[in-house]
């Protein structure tokens, strides 16, 4: 079974264009996670998805980050324009969320982004 | 909220030592705690969770932790380190029922052959 899929796993821009990482969750997760990881630090949640609908946005700067997730299958992270502290990782996740109390959540390789 | 601490940011150990990394969370709810790893350049993988029951969970690669509520801690343990297990280590809690990860600084982990 495909794992989840992300590209481009490398980006270097320089400030102020625009920028655009793309995933895939695996066939049948239902809800989807963006997560931004800075240089040694842990994952921090952008936004959570279940199905088509943004149900955690809290911690998305809706200024110049946007993200959608048409369909319910793929979505996509823009940041417009981008600044220098926007270098870091940018990991995907997918779950199932079903009847359990708690669904694994399966992480994507990760799109490396450098401002320059 | 929920909040994770790692202590010690870097941690080497000698093939076939003991591997102990450290995890204190905070919560005001009973936790669900998670450790996964992270290889250079690849996404998270769960190295075993705890949500309830048994306090003591094993995951793979012989990694084991234990819950202990009176500490609030989540130590990773594995009995004899090999160097493929060096990587990034990290530690993190949700609160029951939901499923916001809030993840500690982690711990990378050297293995000395």
């Known amino acids: 079974e495909a794992g989840v899929v992300q590209s481009p796993r490398y980006k270097i821009i320089e400030k102020k264009q625009p920028v655009a990482f793309w995933c895939n969750p695996i066939?049948?997760?239902?809800?989807l996670y963006w997560y931004l990881q800075n240089l040694g630090q842990g994952p921090e949640l952008l936004i959570r998805?279940?199905?088509?609908?943004?149900?955690?946005d809290s911690q998305l700067p809706k200024d110049r980050f946007s993200a959608e997730r048409l369909k319910g299958v793929d979505s996509t992270l823009k940041i417009q324009p981008a600044e220098l502290g926007d270098s870091a990782v940018y990991l995907c996740a997918s779950s199932f969320r079903g009847l359990a109390d708690y669904n694994e959540q399966f992480f994507g390789p990760g799109t490396r982004l450098t401002v320059l | 909220a929920q909040s994770v601490t790692q202590l010690g940011s870097h941690v080497s150990v000698s093939e076939g030592a003991l591997v102990l990394l450290r995890c204190n969370y905070s919560?005001?709810?009973?936790?669900?705690l998670f450790w996964y790893v992270q290889y250079p350049n690849q996404g998270l993988q769960l190295l075993l969770k705890?949500?309830?029951?048994?306090?003591l969970v094993k995951g793979i690669n012989g990694f084991e932790a234990e819950f202990k509520k009176s500490e609030t801690s989540f130590h990773l343990t594995k009995p004899s380190a090999h160097m493929s297990d060096a990587a990034e280590y990290f530690c993190?809690?949700?609160?029951?029922?939901?499923?916001?990860?809030?993840f500690g600084t982690g711990t990378r982990l050297t293995i000395i052959p």
């Open positions: 919560s005001s709810v009973p936790p669900y």
């Open positions: 066939s049948g997760h239902n809800t």
């Open positions: 998805y279940e199905n088509e609908e943004a149900v955690d």
């Open positions: 705890y949500t309830t029951g048994a306090t």
């Open positions: 993190a809690v949700s609160a029951y029922g939901n499923e916001k990860l809030t």
